[in-house]
């Protein structure tokens, strides 16, 4: 399917992971502090284009760091404060930030690809509409996410491995940007 088809505008929703869409993901480890929080080269700007673009930007990540007692929820609040800080002054924005902070083995669980993030957003944001959504990460619990959501489905490809097929695949947040503000 070509990206041209996602005929996206202001009616759409980005859905976003965050470790390795938007940040450096540390494999085999976790991001603990806003000074281990690094941009992925070309997101502030990526996420600028996004702004003018979609009508709703929404980050969904799996954050079970929390739950392993590596970070409090308010320490993750203070890194997701530092994001949005950063894409505003850029140019950017993002409506709003669900972390799962399960444990993979909890149960019930909000994790991806459980849909409970993407059913969150739209009790805040009721307008939100599934099939008029994108959903970009970098795993398959991302892909399946999106896809058992009716979202199209963005892989940004990485050393991790994955199985799900996507829409699309791109290697960066601003390799899609451009492909759709072509």
């Given at each position: 399917?070509?990206?041209?088809?996602?005929?996206?505008?202001?009616?759409?929703?980005?859905?976003?992971?965050?470790?390795?869409?938007?940040?450096?993901?540390?494999?085999?480890?976790?991001?603990?502090?806003?000074?281990?929080?690094?941009?992925?080269?070309?997101?502030?700007?990526?996420?600028?284009?996004?702004?003018?673009?979609?009508?709703?930007?929404?980050?969904?990540?799996?954050?079970?760091?929390?739950?392993?007692?590596?970070l409090s929820e308010t320490a993750l609040?203070?890194?997701?404060?530092?994001?949005?800080?950063?894409?505003?002054?850029?140019?950017?924005?993002?409506?709003?930030?669900?972390?799962?902070?399960?444990?993979?083995?909890?149960?019930?669980?909000?994790?991806?690809?459980?849909?409970?993030m993407a059913l969150e957003?739209?009790?805040?944001?009721?307008?939100?509409?599934?099939?008029?959504?994108?959903?970009?990460?970098?795993?398959?619990?991302?892909?399946?996410?999106?896809?058992?959501?009716?979202?199209?489905?963005?892989?940004?490809?990485?050393?991790?491995?994955?199985?799900?097929?996507?829409?699309?695949?791109?290697?960066?947040?601003?390799?899609?940007?451009?492909?759709?503000?072509?």
């Amino acid at each position: 399917m070509g990206v041209n088809l996602f005929n996206v505008d202001h009616t759409w929703t980005l859905f976003l992971d965050r470790d390795g869409v938007i940040n450096q993901r540390i494999f085999g480890g976790y991001v603990l502090s806003s000074e281990s929080f690094v941009f992925e080269p070309g997101v502030l700007s990526a996420l600028k284009m996004a702004n003018q673009r979609f009508g709703r930007i929404i980050v969904v990540t799996n954050q079970q760091c929390v739950a392993l007692g590596l970070l409090s929820e308010t320490a993750l609040a203070q890194i997701h404060q530092d994001m949005i800080t950063q894409v505003t002054t850029h140019g950017g924005r993002i409506d709003a930030v669900y972390a799962a902070i399960d444990l993979k083995t909890a149960n019930p669980n909000r994790r991806k690809p459980n849909p409970a993030m993407a059913l969150e957003a739209k009790l805040k944001f009721p307008e939100l509409d599934f099939s008029k959504a994108v959903m970009v990460g970098d795993t398959d619990s991302d892909i399946r996410f999106g896809r058992e959501l009716g979202m199209k489905t963005v892989l940004v490809e990485s050393k991790e491995e994955t199985t799900a097929v996507p829409d699309l695949s791109v290697n960066s947040l601003l390799e899609l940007m451009n492909k759709l503000c072509a």
